[in-house]
């Protein structure tokens, strides 16, 4: 079946520093993939949409200078949270469509702690 | 925005026992989903259901949906300890999914 990996899984970083999450699909191409957060004890809230090969669609009341997305093959999308603050630690999750006709593959998460 | 509501939001039964699980959201749809997250993990996709379908089994799941009521219902049959988890719903229209909050459910052994 599709299979997403997503690193690191965890990561501990300082305000003020960026951080990276990777998410690739392993067997099948991805032209879109979909970045959430987390938020303990909550749903997963949308961040934007990124696109192999354009620019992502964020979500309203997303910064997209703060949350880079980068989507520069089929098989890649990556998440940059720059200047990183306390306020930004959370739960991020990947997701992309697997052209399969159910449902969408999900990443199993990175647990992003700014100190 | 967040349209999906699930109920109960926290529901503990006995192994063997069914648990069932409701949703309801307030917009159109092409389909409706319903995932499960374990503690800390990623998103398991369990089944889909499509607008123009109202009843679907996969196992021991068994999800209906009310276009006219704009409601969905999983069933978890015979269930075991290890189906300890969060679900979900999530509305699919053109693309986009949008989750309820969520329903934890504590299956005891």
């Known amino acids: 079946g599709a299979v997403v990996s997503q690193h690191p899984s965890r990561v501990i970083c300082k305000s003020g520093t960026s951080v990276k999450i990777e998410c690739r699909s392993l067997d099948f191409q991805a032209t879109t993939m979909f970045w959430y957060r987390q938020f303990p004890k909550q749903s997963l809230m949308l961040m934007a949409t990124?696109?192999?090969?354009?620019?992502?669609?964020?979500e309203q009341g997303v910064e997209k200078d703060k949350f880079l997305i980068n989507h520069a093959s089929l098989t890649l999308s990556t998440l940059t949270v720059t200047s990183a603050h306390p306020e930004d630690s959370s739960f991020y999750i990947c997701s992309a469509e697997t052209g399969m006709r159910d449902g969408y593959t999900f990443g199993s998460g990175t647990r992003l702690t700014v100190v | 925005s967040q349209q999906g509501e699930e109920d109960p939001q926290a529901l503990s039964i006995q192994e063997g026992e069914n648990a069932t699980m409701n949703c309801s959201y307030k917009t159109s749809i092409n389909n409706l989903q319903w995932y499960r997250q374990n503690s800390g993990r990623g998103l398991v996709h369990l089944i889909l259901i499509r607008s123009n379908e109202r009843e679907k089994h996969s196992g021991r799941l068994r999800v209906t949906l009310d276009t006219s009521k704009k409601s969905s219902s999983l069933l978890i049959t015979a269930s075991r300890a290890a189906d300890t988890a969060s679900y979900f719903c999530?509305?699919?229209?053109?693309?986009?999914?949008?989750f309820g909050k969520g329903i934890t459910l504590s299956v005891r052994p």
């Open positions: 999530a509305t699919d229209f053109n693309s986009k999914l949008t």
């Open positions: 990124s696109n192999e090969g354009s620019k992502a669609t964020y």
